[in-house]
Nanobody, 124 residues
Framework: QGHLVESGGGLVQAGGSLRLSCAASGRTFSNYAMGWFRQAPGKEREFVAA????????YYTDSVKGRFTISRSNAENTVYLQMNSLKPEDTAVYFC?????????????????WGQGTQVTVSS
C-alpha cells in the first residue's frame, strides 16, 4: 500500500513562487512515473506536469511551460513542483499522483495513487 502526501502550498502574490513537495511512503515509487494535477473550484481536475521514473523525461501543460519545473529524488522517494511567476489562474488544489509504470500519462485515470492535495492561492 502506498501513500502520497503533498506539502508546500499556501498564499502567494502574483509573480511569486512556491515549491510543492510530494513525499511517498509505504512502498518505493522509484519505478513509477509521477504527475501533478490541479483542480480549481467548479472545474475538473487537470494535468499540470509529469516526470518519468528516471527523471530524464518531463512534460508540461502549455499554460505552465517555462514557469513550473517538476523534478524527483528517488533516493528520498519525493517529487517536487517548483512554481515560479505564479498567476491568479494557477489558484487550485494541487494533487500529486503516481502511475505504476515507468512512463507518464496525461489523464487522471492513468494514475494509481493520489495524495490528498495542497491548496495554492495566488492573489492579484
Amino acid at each position: 500500500q502506498g501513500h502520497l502526501v503533498e506539502s508546500g502550498g499556501g498564499l502567494v502574490q502574483a509573480g511569486g513562487s512556491l515549491r510543492l513537495s510530494c513525499a511517498a511512503s509505504g512502498r518505493t515509487f522509484s519505478n513509477y512515473a509521477m504527475g501533478w494535477f490541479r483542480q480549481a473550484p467548479g472545474k475538473e481536475r487537470e494535468f499540470v506536469a509529469a516526470i518519468n521514473w528516471s527523471g530524464r523525461s518531463t512534460y508540461y501543460t502549455d499554460s505552465v511551460k517555462g514557469r513550473f519545473t517538476i523534478s524527483r529524488s528517488n533516493a528520498e522517494n519525493t517529487v517536487y513542483l517548483q512554481m515560479n511567476s505564479l498567476k491568479p489562474e494557477d489558484t487550485a488544489v494541487y494533487f500529486c499522483a503516481a502511475r505504476s509504470v515507468t512512463n507518464y500519462g496525461f489523464t487522471a485515470s492513468e494514475y494509481d495513487y493520489w495524495g490528498q492535495g495542497t491548496q495554492v492561492t495566488v492573489s492579484s
